[in-house]
């Protein structure tokens, strides 16, 4: 069963403006969340995170909202840029091990 | 530079054989993490490490073996007994287990098997 959800494979938005990307978990006691973006043949890396005494969470052009009731979070890219192209994985911290969303593959284009 | 290198980044095995991947990481991290990625499918964990000589199960152990006898390695064995090796597997490290801390991945290596 799939504790940690991305529902949407693929998001295409225009260069300038805003990516949302989506992630839904089923797990009330997840307390800890992680956004990371991937490219292709290579590791992902790390890009933020919220703690769930938070409802957001921001470092840049990129923030993260939680809304626990709904349990949902989501990644905003504001504005978004070519070199934002990759896939992102939501993760949830499951006491020190990361339960990972299946990914969204967003396509920035100019 | 602080980091972790897996090798190869590409891997060919004929079924039947037994394989080895290396992760080595440098950061002085003690937990340490495998996980495979499958086409449209998330990261699924395979073994994970908290200190040297302990390590765990993960969602998806079967046919897999590991060993932590350095704090700074953590090979994942792909035995003959893992129905479907093809898969890009990843290496990861963090802090500690207990806390929330981000993992750093390494470039990964890509093992075919035919």
């Known amino acids: 069963d799939q504790q940690v959800k991305q529902n949407s494979p693929s998001l295409s938005v225009q260069e300038g403006r805003i990516s949302i990307l989506n992630c839904d978990y089923t797990n009330s006691m997840f307390d800890y969340f992680l956004w990371y973006k991937k490219y292709p043949a290579e590791g992902p890396t790390f890009l933020i995170s919220?703690?769930?005494?938070?409802d957001k969470n921001e470092d840049g052009r990129f923030t993260v909202f939680l809304n626990k009731s709904a349990k949902h979070l989501s990644l905003h890219i504001v504005p978004s840029q070519p070199g934002d192209s990759a896939v992102y994985f939501c993760?949830?911290?499951?006491?020190?091990?990361?339960?990972f969303g299946q990914g969204t593959e967003l396509s920035v284009k100019p | 530079d602080g980091g972790i290198t897996q090798s190869p980044k590409y891997l060919f095995r004929k079924e039947g054989q037994n394989v080895t991947l290396s992760c080595e990481q440098n950061?002085?991290?003690?937990?340490m993490y495998w996980y495979r990625q499958d086409p449209g499918q998330g990261l699924r964990l395979i073994y994970y490490s908290q200190i040297v000589n302990d390590f765990q199960k993960g969602d998806i152990a079967e046919g897999y073996s590991v060993s932590r006898e350095k704090k700074e390695s953590f090979p994942l064995t792909v035995t003959s007994a893992q129905k479907n090796p093809t898969a890009f597997y990843l290496c990861?490290?963090?802090?500690?287990?207990?806390?929330?801390?981000?993992?750093?991945f390494g470039p990964g290596t890509r093992l075919t098997v035919t």
């Open positions: 950061l002085n991290h003690d937990a």
């Open positions: 990861a490290s963090s802090i500690d287990l207990w806390r929330n801390y981000e993992q750093y």
């Open positions: 919220i703690s769930s005494i938070k």
């Open positions: 993760a949830a911290d499951q006491g020190g091990k990361l339960i």
